[in-house]
């Protein structure tokens, strides 16, 4: 076994290498770096599984886990020194003096070990590198008798908040977020689970696209390199004859503009199009510039929105005819290639520091630009590299899982089914009422979004708002939320009519409509008491209209991706379309964009980045509204394919929407947990205005934590929560035993306390850190949750 806070073996015996094993000392990890995904013999073919209400699951899924075990965490919370605080709230007297200082000695001393761990640093050298020397290994070197002063409480609370990320959340990052995928059987025992001898079976280390795009930008001024690169129309743009549409505004071109025009396509170099256009290339060449300062032309290198971009800019500079040239510009990207594949060999956390400074210092030589961007801020691809990683288990679950939540399930599926079914109408309802103010029989598509964008895309007073709403008051009736009790039990058959009368004549109407994810979490008090059956059901979020599995970050480490394409080409209808990435906007990330597009999809162009030779590209400026039907379509002029209003805006309807559920519980001074059947569908939450917490104003930690140990009682809250803030998009958790964590979280809630509208919700967390089921080949426990997607059955047909 090994210790929880210094990950080491308790023989003594230590192992060298990164990329932590189960037990957290680094074993190794760099003939797993840049490997392929091991294929998962235990994994089932990719089937629908019926559930009742209508629905069907996919027999695959996603686990999603913590890369450092719970236990760990868990020693940062002194019982001993709350129950003395506690004591002394209760006027039962004590020194409480001394138990403060035996407390701070404590978590000193176990911050201090926590920072030394080398996977820990390692873990936060790929997040943070330059923490690593300042805070980290600072603070590892720090003593007992270290002056108590602001600077090292602030190491402390860093070491802290990240080791609070690293043990308890959930997040799909590198080794230290690790993903694996699992299998639904329709027969056998409850669990079957092998961990394997690592934590992580596989890796791979991945540059980030904008680095690529920095890169390509910087080889696209070449004024030699520029004639092999193919121009091409700004997707966003329709030219028919000499006019043109652009998001600026319509352009009239020459008859010469127009006929340089028509021989983009994208795919011959700019030399060749100048040798068709038959004139002075040079003349074609300032042509082309004068096109792309209209906005009219893409004249560069720039690779779409995907992971391995390198292989696209690649790809172009093979295709440059002259050997010198071709050889200078590859140069250039064999260079950041060899910089980024020292990198995957590190063997130590000096070695990785190193190596990723060295990638550092070539990429700014190469391209003259700072190799970091967004400083400030905590969206993620501020750096130049990151890695992802698999977990090293064979996990598959029997039907008993499914069959113990499968009426609470369909009950909360069949009330997605129907909010996105309104949610549709309205937006139809909302162009309908403005496309016939403006008395026409066909309208740009651009100009009708104009004339009614405050009803459809400023969130307030919005029909789709007053509709989300509507939705959480359903969903409060039928379960009789509110109340003072702190857990209602509701039958599932008892709730059926009612749910299905509330949430009534609905079915998927537009393409995303037919996918809902689920994030479903286990609360077993072991492994052993999972596969007996002593398990309860705990669904954490429900995202609507929602298809992850298509997302690289999880695709990437299926075992047969092109099997996992083809299952998901059975339940995603033709008529979906996307929106073309916009790379600047911070959420954007070629991780997590939609990646397993085929022959299904379309792409609405609102940016210079759709798929690169898909034919499916509807560009925004071309599209025009009319009524076929009784209904709004939009399309190109003279094309055979129109699409419902609402599925050009199916993207922005599914993230605008996808986590309604949320609102069930957020917001409201209390909400009880509510159990339907055995499954908790609804945890237990307390919301409060950020400004009226004292508790939280700035004094010493001791002294916020005595009254937040005050503050907790008065509210009945647990020892362990989830904390939302409205101004983020992820909880926190905290230990309100743990008085660096209480100082964490005053930080937190004073920052957005500036905002007199801000608020927080606190969760209960369930299931708690006993109740953590997933472990390693060594017995350390990991939080988990198993994302499963569900799918309307008429997709199945």
């Known amino acids: 076994m090994t210790d929880a806070i210094t990950g080491e073996a308790t023989t003594g015996e230590a192992t060298t290498g990164m990329v932590p094993d189960a037990s957290g000392t680094a074993a190794e990890p760099l003939a797993r770096l ?14 629908l599984l019926p559930l009742p209400g209508g629905f069907t699951v996919l027999s695959q899924g996603v686990l999603r886990s913590a890369g450092f075990p719970i236990g760990g965490l868990l020693e940062l919370g002194d019982a001993d020194y709350a129950a003395a605080v506690d004591r002394r709230l209760d006027e039962a007297g004590g020194d409480l003096d001394a138990m403060v200082a035996r407390a701070g000695a404590r978590q000193a001393e176990l911050l201090r070990r926590i920072a030394r761990r080398s996977d820990f640093q390692e873990a936060m050298a790929w997040q943070n590198p330059d923490l690593i020397e300042p805070m980290i290994i600072t603070l590892g070197q720090s003593g007992p008798d270290t002056p108590n002063n602001h600077r090292l409480r602030k190491r402390q609370r860093l070491v802290a908040n990240y080791w609070t990320r690293y043990c308890a959340k959930n997040e799909t990052i590198g080794f230290f977020g690790p993903v ?73 071109l020459s008859a010469d503009e127009a006929r340089l025009m028509a021989l983009l396509d994208g795919g011959r170099a700019a030399r060749e199009i100048a040798a068709e256009y038959g004139s002075d290339p040079a003349e074609v060449y300032a042509e082309l510039d004068r096109l792309a300062a209209k906005g009219l032309v ?29 050889e200078r510009a590859t140069e250039k990207l064999d260079r950041l290639e060899q910089a980024r594949d020292a990198l995957a060999g590190y063997r130590d956390v000096a070695d990785l ?9 070539e ?80 309208v740009g598509l651009a100009e009708l979004v104009f004339a009614c964008a405050d009803k459809v895309f400023v969130p307030g007073d919005r029909p789709v708002d007053h509709l989300a709403k509507e939705f959480v008051a359903r969903w409060r009736a039928v379960l009789d939320l509110d109340t003072d009790a702190h857990v209602v039990t509701r039958a599932g058959d008892e709730i059926r009519p009612q749910v299905e009368e509330s949430f009534a004549d609905a079915t998927p109407s537009w393409g995303f409509a037919w996918t809902h994810s689920v994030d479903l979490l286990i609360a077993a008090d072991d492994a052993e008491a999972f596969a007996r059956g002593e398990f309860q059901p705990v669904i ?42 916009v790379k600047d906007y911070p959420r954007v990330a070629a991780r997590i964009y939609p990646w397993l ?98 508790w939280i104003s700035v004094r010493s930690d001791a002294e916020h934590f005595l009254a937040a140990r005050r503050w907790r009682r008065e509210h009945e809250l647990p020892e362990i929560v989830f904390a939302s803030v409205s101004s983020e998009t992820k909880p926190v958790f905290v230990d309100l035993r743990s008085e660096v964590q209480v100082a964490n979280l005053a930080r937190l809630l004073r920052a957005v306390a500036v905002n007199q509208d801000a608020s927080v919700t606190f969760s209960e967390m369930l299931p708690g850190p006993e109740q953590s089921w997933l472990a390693d080949s060594e017995g350390n426990r990991y939080t988990a949750e198993l994302r499963l997607l569900f799918v309307d059955r008429a997709t199945a047909d």
């Open 353 to 361: 520091l190193r190596l990723y400074r060295s990638l550092e210092r």
């Open 180 to 252: 694996s995928w699992f299998g639904l059987r329709s027969s056998g025992e409850t669990l079957r689970m092998r961990p394997g001898p690592a934590l992580a079976s596989h890796g791979e280390l991945f540059l980030e696209p904008w680095a690529i795009d920095v890169l390509a930008a910087t080889l696209s001024q070449d004024p030699e390199v520029r004639p092999w690169i193919a121009p091409r129309r700004h997707p966003t743009v329709y030219v028919s004859g000499t006019h043109a549409r652009t998001m600026a505004g319509p352009v009239e």
């Open 34 to 47: 840049n490997a392929p995904s091991p294929q998962a013999s235990s994994l089932p073919p990719g089937t």
């Open 540 to 581: 954490g979020e429900l995202h609507v209209a929602y298809c992850p599995f298509e997302m690289p970050v999880f695709a990437g480490g299926h075992p047969d991706i092109e099997e996992l394409r083809a299952t998901l080409a059975t339940v995603i209808p033709d008529s979906r379309v996307l929106l073309s990435p």
């Open 597 to 694: 597009h085929d022959e299904h999809d379309w792409w609405l162009c609102v940016s210079p980045f759709p798929p690169r030779g898909s034919d499916r590209l509807l560009p925004l400026c071309g599209l025009e509204v009319r009524r076929e039907d009784g209904r709004l379509v939009t399309g190109l002029p003279g094309a055979d394919r129109w699409f419902d209003i609402a599925d050009v805006h199916g993207t922005w309807l599914m993230y605008e929407f996808m986590d309604v559920f949320k609102q069930v519980v957020k917001g409201y001074d209390h909400t009880p947990r509510v159990v339907v059947d055995n499954t908790v569908v609804f945890r237990e939450t307390w919301s409060f205005r950020v400004a009226e917490l004292d």
């Open 298 to 326: 893409l004249w560069d290198l720039e690779p779409p929105l995907v992971q391995n971009a390198e292989r696209e800019l690649r790809r172009r500079l093979d295709a440059i005819g002259d050997a010198k040239v071709r």
């Open 363 to 442: 990429f700014t030589t190469l391209t003259g630009v700072d190799p970091m961007r967004r400083p400030g801020q905590a969206y993620g691809g501020r750096r130049l590299a990151y890695i992802e990683c698999g977990r090293d288990v064979e996990l598959s679950f029997g039907p008993q899982v499914l069959e113990s939540c499968a009426v609470p399930l369909s009950l909360l599926l069949t009330s997605a089914r129907w909010f996105a079914s309104e949610a549709a109408r309205q937006v139809r309802a909302v162009f309908s009422e403005a496309f016939d103010a403006l008395g026409v029989e066909t």
